[in-house]
Protein backbone atom coordinates (compact mmCIF):
# COMPACT_ATOMS: atom_id res chain seq x y z
CA UNK A 1 0.00 0.00 0.00
CA UNK A 2 1.26 3.87 -0.07
CA UNK A 3 -0.18 6.54 1.94
CA UNK A 4 -1.29 9.83 1.17
CA UNK A 5 -2.21 12.95 2.17
CA UNK A 6 -3.33 16.77 1.33
CA UNK A 7 -0.68 19.49 1.47
CA UNK A 8 -1.41 22.72 2.63
CA UNK A 9 -2.09 23.56 -1.06
CA UNK A 10 -4.73 20.91 -1.70
CA UNK A 11 -2.26 18.40 -3.60
CA UNK A 12 -2.16 14.71 -2.65
CA UNK A 13 1.37 13.80 -1.94
CA UNK A 14 2.57 10.32 -1.18
CA UNK A 15 5.19 9.40 1.68
CA UNK A 16 7.65 6.88 0.43
CA UNK A 17 7.15 4.95 3.40
CA UNK A 18 4.98 2.50 1.44
CA UNK A 19 4.28 -1.28 2.23
CA UNK A 20 5.18 -3.04 -1.13
CA UNK A 21 5.11 -6.74 -0.88
CA UNK A 22 5.56 -6.72 2.87
CA UNK A 23 8.83 -4.59 2.60
CA UNK A 24 9.03 -0.41 3.24
CA UNK A 25 10.20 0.84 0.67
CA UNK A 26 11.84 4.07 2.72
CA UNK A 27 14.54 0.85 3.67
CA UNK A 28 14.45 -0.62 0.21
CA UNK A 29 18.06 1.19 -0.68
CA UNK A 30 18.59 2.17 -4.27
CA UNK A 31 21.97 3.79 -6.20
CA UNK A 32 22.15 7.39 -6.27
CA UNK A 33 24.13 8.60 -8.69
CA UNK A 34 27.28 11.04 -8.37
CA UNK A 35 29.49 11.82 -4.97
CA UNK A 36 31.29 9.97 -3.28
CA UNK A 37 30.21 6.56 -1.42
CA UNK A 38 32.66 6.41 1.59
CA UNK A 39 33.19 3.63 4.15
CA UNK A 40 33.19 0.83 2.57
CA UNK A 41 31.72 2.09 -1.23
CA UNK A 42 28.36 1.91 -0.80
CA UNK A 43 26.11 3.81 -3.30
CA UNK A 44 23.08 3.91 -1.91
CA UNK A 45 21.99 5.56 -1.67
CA UNK A 46 7.00 27.09 11.89
CA UNK A 47 3.77 27.30 13.10
CA UNK A 48 5.18 27.51 16.28
CA UNK A 49 8.56 26.00 15.47
CA UNK A 50 7.37 23.29 12.76
CA UNK A 51 9.49 25.71 10.44
CA UNK A 52 11.62 28.74 10.73
CA UNK A 53 12.92 30.44 7.88
CA UNK A 54 15.05 34.06 7.50
CA UNK A 55 18.43 32.96 7.74
CA UNK A 56 20.18 30.17 9.08
CA UNK A 57 21.05 31.30 12.67
CA UNK A 58 22.42 28.95 15.12
CA UNK A 59 21.65 25.40 16.30
CA UNK A 60 21.81 25.80 20.03
CA UNK A 61 22.36 23.09 22.83
CA UNK A 62 22.26 20.07 19.74
CA UNK A 63 23.19 16.59 18.73
CA UNK A 64 24.48 16.58 15.61
CA UNK A 65 22.96 14.07 12.75
CA UNK A 66 25.53 15.10 10.34
CA UNK A 67 27.19 18.21 8.49
CA UNK A 68 28.68 15.90 6.03
CA UNK A 69 31.84 17.73 6.23
CA UNK A 70 33.47 13.85 5.88
CA UNK A 71 32.26 13.44 1.98
CA UNK A 72 30.37 10.15 2.52
CA UNK A 73 26.62 8.67 3.10
CA UNK A 74 26.80 7.86 6.37
CA UNK A 75 25.42 10.04 9.38
CA UNK A 76 27.90 11.30 12.03
CA UNK A 77 25.15 9.87 14.05
CA UNK A 78 25.55 6.31 14.41
CA UNK A 79 26.82 5.95 10.84
CA UNK A 80 23.16 5.77 9.50
CA UNK A 81 23.07 5.21 6.11
CA UNK A 82 21.57 7.89 3.60
CA UNK A 83 19.74 6.61 0.27
CA UNK A 84 17.38 7.49 -2.06
CA UNK A 85 14.05 5.98 -1.85
CA UNK A 86 11.05 6.42 -5.04
CA UNK A 87 9.09 3.92 -7.00
CA UNK A 88 11.60 3.41 -9.88
CA UNK A 89 9.67 5.43 -12.63
CA UNK A 90 11.90 8.29 -12.82
CA UNK A 91 15.30 9.30 -12.09
CA UNK A 92 16.75 10.24 -8.69
CA UNK A 93 20.58 11.57 -7.85
CA UNK A 94 21.83 11.94 -4.63
CA UNK A 95 25.39 13.18 -3.79
CA UNK A 96 27.65 14.45 -1.08
CA UNK A 97 28.83 18.04 -3.10
CA UNK A 98 30.50 21.24 -2.88
CA UNK A 99 27.37 23.17 -2.54
CA UNK A 100 26.07 25.31 -5.61
CA UNK A 101 25.72 28.44 -3.08
CA UNK A 102 28.68 28.99 -0.75
CA UNK A 103 27.93 28.17 2.82
CA UNK A 104 30.77 30.34 4.76
CA UNK A 105 32.33 27.27 6.98
CA UNK A 106 30.93 24.63 5.13
CA UNK A 107 32.97 22.36 2.35
CA UNK A 108 30.10 19.49 1.85
CA UNK A 109 26.55 19.45 2.13
CA UNK A 110 24.00 16.26 0.61
CA UNK A 111 22.54 17.20 -2.90
CA UNK A 112 19.27 15.23 -4.70
CA UNK A 113 17.61 16.17 -7.56
CA UNK A 114 15.10 14.16 -9.78
CA UNK A 115 12.29 14.29 -12.41
CA UNK A 116 9.32 11.93 -13.48
CA UNK A 117 8.03 9.88 -10.23
CA UNK A 118 4.55 9.33 -10.48
CA UNK A 119 3.90 8.35 -6.92
CA UNK A 120 6.92 9.51 -4.25
CA UNK A 121 10.42 9.79 -4.06
CA UNK A 122 12.54 10.78 -1.12
CA UNK A 123 16.02 11.00 0.95
CA UNK A 124 16.40 8.65 3.84
CA UNK A 125 18.61 8.59 6.74
CA UNK A 126 18.54 5.74 8.72
CA UNK A 127 19.29 7.42 11.69
CA UNK A 128 19.53 4.21 13.95
CA UNK A 129 22.27 2.80 12.22
CA UNK A 130 22.48 -1.09 12.99
CA UNK A 131 19.96 -0.72 15.74
CA UNK A 132 16.27 -0.57 15.07
CA UNK A 133 15.65 2.85 16.80
CA UNK A 134 17.39 5.84 17.90
CA UNK A 135 16.57 7.25 21.26
CA UNK A 136 16.33 11.02 20.79
CA UNK A 137 13.68 11.62 23.96
CA UNK A 138 17.06 14.26 25.45
CA UNK A 139 15.80 16.19 22.95
CA UNK A 140 12.58 18.41 21.44
CA UNK A 141 13.12 19.09 17.72
CA UNK A 142 15.06 19.04 14.54
CA UNK A 143 16.55 21.50 12.96
CA UNK A 144 18.32 21.69 9.48
CA UNK A 145 19.58 24.20 7.14
CA UNK A 146 18.32 23.58 3.38
CA UNK A 147 18.59 25.36 -0.01
CA UNK A 148 16.50 24.31 -3.20
CA UNK A 149 17.55 25.34 -7.28
CA UNK A 150 16.07 27.59 -9.49
CA UNK A 151 13.18 25.66 -10.94
CA UNK A 152 13.00 22.90 -8.52
CA UNK A 153 9.56 21.89 -6.54
CA UNK A 154 9.17 23.88 -2.96
CA UNK A 155 6.69 21.60 -0.83
CA UNK A 156 9.13 19.20 0.67
CA UNK A 157 7.47 17.06 3.60
CA UNK A 158 9.89 15.84 6.38
CA UNK A 159 8.84 12.60 8.12
CA UNK A 160 10.15 10.95 11.14
CA UNK A 161 9.27 6.98 11.13
CA UNK A 162 8.43 5.88 14.51
CA UNK A 163 6.57 2.64 15.24
CA UNK A 164 4.93 1.63 11.35
CA UNK A 165 3.97 5.23 11.66
CA UNK A 166 4.88 8.19 9.16
CA UNK A 167 5.13 11.89 11.60
CA UNK A 168 4.96 14.00 9.08
CA UNK A 169 5.66 17.93 8.90
CA UNK A 170 5.33 20.21 5.68
CA UNK A 171 8.23 23.01 4.73
CA UNK A 172 9.20 25.40 2.03
CA UNK A 173 12.76 25.51 0.78
CA UNK A 174 14.03 28.69 -0.79
CA UNK A 175 16.47 29.85 -3.33
CA UNK A 176 19.25 30.78 -0.47
CA UNK A 177 19.93 28.60 2.63
CA UNK A 178 17.64 28.92 5.49
CA UNK A 179 17.59 27.22 8.52
CA UNK A 180 14.31 25.19 9.51
CA UNK A 181 13.78 23.72 13.12
CA UNK A 182 10.43 21.32 13.71
CA UNK A 183 9.24 20.21 17.07
CA UNK A 184 8.17 16.53 17.62
CA UNK A 185 4.65 17.65 18.85
CA UNK A 186 3.97 19.47 15.86
CA UNK A 187 4.14 16.80 13.30
CA UNK A 188 1.18 14.64 12.34
CA UNK A 189 0.43 11.51 12.36
CA UNK A 190 -0.06 10.04 8.63
CA UNK A 191 -1.43 6.47 9.36
CA UNK A 192 -3.06 6.45 12.94
CA UNK A 193 -4.40 9.79 13.25
CA UNK A 194 -4.75 8.71 17.41
CA UNK A 195 -0.72 8.04 17.85
CA UNK A 196 1.81 10.43 19.65
CA UNK A 197 4.83 10.66 18.15
CA UNK A 198 7.44 8.63 20.40
CA UNK A 199 11.08 10.33 20.07
CA UNK A 200 13.04 7.51 21.98
CA UNK A 201 11.95 4.91 19.47
CA UNK A 202 13.26 6.93 15.71
CA UNK A 203 14.01 4.54 12.86
CA UNK A 204 14.67 6.84 10.36
CA UNK A 205 13.84 10.47 9.07
CA UNK A 206 12.96 11.03 4.96
CA UNK A 207 12.39 14.27 2.88
CA UNK A 208 9.29 13.98 0.54
CA UNK A 209 8.75 15.16 -2.39
CA UNK A 210 5.30 15.31 -4.32
CA UNK A 211 4.62 13.08 -7.01
CA UNK A 212 5.63 14.26 -10.59
CA UNK A 213 7.73 17.30 -10.12
CA UNK A 214 11.32 18.11 -10.37
CA UNK A 215 13.17 18.44 -7.77
CA UNK A 216 16.62 19.60 -6.57
CA UNK A 217 17.41 20.71 -3.15
CA UNK A 218 20.21 20.47 -0.78
CA UNK A 219 20.92 19.82 3.22
CA UNK A 220 23.08 20.55 5.68
CA UNK A 221 23.69 20.43 9.25
CA UNK A 222 21.04 18.35 10.86
CA UNK A 223 20.98 18.03 14.40
CA UNK A 224 18.52 17.43 17.47
CA UNK A 225 17.98 20.55 19.46
CA UNK A 226 16.30 21.13 22.51
Known amino acids: MRFAFPTAAGL ?47 MGDSLVIDDFEDGDRFASLNDGPWYVSNDSTGNQTLAIATPSAERPGSQYSLHTSGVGFARFAAVVCKISGSEATFDASDYAAITFVARAEPGSAANIHLSFYVGNVNFVAPMTFGPT ?20 LDPSAIAALQFNVPPRVSFDFWLDDLAFVR
Open 12 to 58: VFCVAYACEGGELDAFTQHPGGGGSSGRGGSANGGTSGVSGGGGEGG
Open 177 to 196: WERHTIRFVDTLPLEDPNAT
